[in-house]
């Protein structure tokens, strides 16, 4: 049995069925490297991923791909494109793993707005979550190095968690940089008394941090 996420939050299996019978839906399969959205190829649909893990990239005038999130199952796709009359997508979304997602078209799910409220609630808290999740993001980009961008990514990841895993790669093409320069900054910050390297591969921040 799936679990339907964010969208559906407060709500009973039984509940989710029932309102699932009464609206158009698709429900499609992806392999990993698949692509879900593309810039021109989005079809103003809100995608919920029910299985499976993605990753959101901006291609770059560089041609140089720039991660901007990787999502897990239950999360929410395209949710600010539903709407609207822009003429493209804003990143490309591939699936890491093999995906299975739930698509909603704009009239469905004014139709379960009004079927249930509470959807309504979720679309927006969502929306707000993923308005707040940009903005950050800017602001990471905005900084001028790359050891501050790297050290943003760890605070705002621990903000949440004590320490948060130690994916090199993924940190690579989230901040665009070189392997190299990654390792670098890892030194720089680690003997700065900004950040610790546990040996289970994650890192925090250092008790001394701040202070």
């Known amino acids: 049995m799936h679990n339907f996420g964010k969208l559906f939050n407060n709500l009973s299996q039984t509940t989710i069925q029932t309102l699932l019978t009464q609206v158009p839906h698709t429900i499609k399969s992806y392999l990993p490297r698949e692509t879900i959205f593309t810039e021109v190829d989005f079809n103003r649909q809100l995608g919920i991923l029910l299985k499976g893990e993605v990753q959101i990239y901006k291609t770059l005038s560089t041609g140089t791909e720039l991660l901007l999130k990787h999502l897990n199952a239950n999360a929410l796709l395209g949710i600010g494109y539903v709407w609207g009359d822009a003429e493209y997508f804003p990143a490309t979304i591939k699936a890491v793993r093999p995906c299975t997602v739930l698509f909603l078209p704009k009239n469905s799910l004014k139709r379960l707005f009004s079927l249930e409220p509470i959807i309504l609630d979720n679309f927006l808290d969502a929306m707000n979550h993923s308005f707040l999740y940009l ?13 501050e961008r790297l050290l943003f990514v760890i605070m705002e990841s621990c903000q949440t968690n004590t320490s948060m895993p130690l994916n090199k790669s993924r940190l690579c093409q989230e901040l665009s940089i070189s392997r190299a320069s990654l390792y670098r900054c890892l030194e720089q910050l680690q003997d700065e008394q900004y950040i610790q390297i546990y040996s289970n591969r994650k890192v925090g921040l250092h008790p001394c941090a701040f202070k």
């Open 135 to 147: 903005t950050n993001k800017i602001e990471m980009l905005a900084l001028p190095s790359a050891k």
